[in-house]
């Protein structure tokens, strides 16, 4: 694997989900917080369902201020894929525009970045690229965001799978929703990859509930030096 074209600060993450609506905002603001990280969604569609967007929904969960929400390079309106929500405004998403945007932000690039996908690992983003394309391009850890219950077993394993594949590295898997301690521990089982946390129904849903339940997590493996990449290991831009 070829180093990143960027160079983050330890403690910096993707978080992508096994699917739509499986909790990867709530996720990436309980990981903003706990990590005190600034936040990027770099595509962002579904504006005309919620315009304040998921930026908007991590800043108030997480409790973050204003210069901590760096601005999606992309808003669309439209509540699908980003290729097709692009084409209906008549825009193309360009691969090269994307990269860490350390000089963007009031921090300089000195504290953490949890960006956040659209959807799965294989949402399109292009006529050609998909979302892994952009995580091989920023090649940060990647945190997987699972349902807990029935499904998430073949879900999780074949998202990791995915990854593997294109030689992305994993810190882990959080799952949301109501314990399900023998799906997690065949996920660790198969999936060779550890559960970070629970995410258990909240109610109220707030930056004080999301705060108390992620204090349980384990961030070690966003919070310690990876190990070097293997000696001749594919590069993970090229393997799709």
């Known amino acids: 694997m070829r180093d990143s074209l960027f160079q983050p600060v330890l403690g910096s ?25 600034d936040y990027w969604k770099p595509v962002q569609s579904g504006l005309a369902d919620l315009p304040e967007g998921d ?5 108030r969960l997480g409790g973050l201020a204003a210069e901590r929400i760096v601005p ?7 509540p699908l894929s ?19 945007p350390d000089g963007n932000r009031p921090s300089g690039g000195n504290r953490p970045l949890v960006v956040e996908g659209a959807g799965g690992v294989l949402v399109p983003l292009t ?15 990647t945190v997987v965001v699972a349902n807990s219950g ?12 995915a990854l593997r594949g294109r030689n992305l ?10 314990p399900q301690p023998e799906n997690a521990r065949a996920i ?14 909240l109610l109220p849903l707030s930056c004080e509930t999301l705060r108390a339940a992620a204090a349980t997590w384990d961030l070690s493996p966003l919070t310690t030096p990876p190990p070097p990449p293997a000696e001749g290991a594919p590069d993970a831009w090229e393997l799709y």
């Open 150 to 161: 029935l499904g998430t077993i073949n879900h999780t394993l074949l998202t990791l799978d």
């Open 188 to 201: 660790e089982r198969f999936g060779a990859t550890p559960i970070l946390g629970l995410l258990p129904p």
């Open 72 to 78: 999606p390079l992309y808003n669309l309106q439209a």
């Open 13 to 37: 993450c993707f978080v992508t989900g096994t699917g739509t609506d499986v909790g990867k905002t709530v996720v990436a603001a309980a990981l903003a917080h706990r990590l005190q990280a």
């Open 55 to 59: 930026s908007g929904t991590v800043a």
């Open 127 to 141: 006529h050609r690229h998909t979302m892994v394309h952009l995580m091989a391009r920023l090649l940060l850890p």
């Open 169 to 178: 590295p994993i810190a882990g898997v959080i799952l949301n929703g109501p």
């Open 82 to 100: 980003p290729d097709q929500a692009a084409a209906l405004e008549g825009l193309r998403i360009d691969m090269a525009a994307f990269g860490l």
